[in-house]
T-cell receptor
């Protein structure tokens, strides 16, 4: 256990559905991340939140909408996805670099998303 | 792209043997990290090496960093079947100290 949990672990949705992925960290960190891992592609950083403020958005399509209501929770809202969005979505957290801590990120187990 | 590239892409060894994988990157870094991922699961941090360090050890893991060649290596000694996983290097560079750029990974199979 890394101290980062994700729900659901598996999700199957149609292209017209709306769903949300949830991530929660119990490590007292102040930065959280969403990554996408597709087959045979490197891990892609999608969003970064530091101190609950979005600081990175790597040209992610608007059908992915992140939300960070507090430093312990991160959501990824999904709507009108495409089959190519099927992937493993990983959440991670870290202590913000300005505090002097290392840049180690702690990952959740991921949500396996299948878009039909 | 700053993306690290691991070599080899896949590695198959017998239990007890050593496994070595390499990572190359393109621009100056703050630090380089190695992560492990079991099939379809989250990543687990293994070791971090800073740009001013040349070698680090953690248990059966040994990491080297050669900033002149922009490369790093991860050595797993006396491998076990439980070491079967994918191993990724990730680089941190610039002012965005919390942004990791991952390579494509090395899939390691340790046969009992």
């Amino acid at each position: 256990e890394t101290g980062v949990t994700q729900t659901p672990r598996h999700l199957v949705m149609g292209m017209t559905n709306k769903k949300s992925l949830k991530c929660e960290q119990h490590l007292g960190h102040n930065a959280m991340y969403w990554y996408k891992q597709s087959a045979k592609k490197p891990l892609e950083l999608m969003f970064v939140y530091s101190l609950e403020e979005r600081v990175e958005n790597n040209s992610v399509p608007s059908r992915f909408s992140p939300e960070c209501p507090n430093s312990s929770h991160l959501f990824l809202h999904l709507h009108t996805l495409q089959p190519e969005d099927s992937a493993l979505y990983l959440c991670a957290s870290s202590q913000d670099r300005t505090s002097g801590n290392t840049d180690t990120q702690y990952f959740g187990p991921g949500t396996r998303l299948t878009v039909l | 792209s700053q993306q690290g590239e691991e070599d080899p892409q896949a590695l198959s060894i017998q239990e007890g043997e050593n496994a070595t994988m390499n990572c190359s990157y393109k621009t100056s870094i703050n630090n380089l990290q190695w992560y492990r991922q079991n099939s379809g699961r989250g990543l687990v941090h293994l070791i971090l090496i800073r740009s001013n360090e040349r070698e680090k050890h953690s248990g059966r893991l040994r990491v080297t960093l050669d900033t002149s060649k922009k490369s790093s290596s991860l050595l797993i000694t006396a491998s076990r079947a439980a070491d079967t996983a994918s191993y990724f290097c990730a680089t941190v560079y610039g002012a965005a100290g919390n942004k990791l750029t991952f390579g494509g990974g090395t899939r390691v199979l340790v046969k009992p």
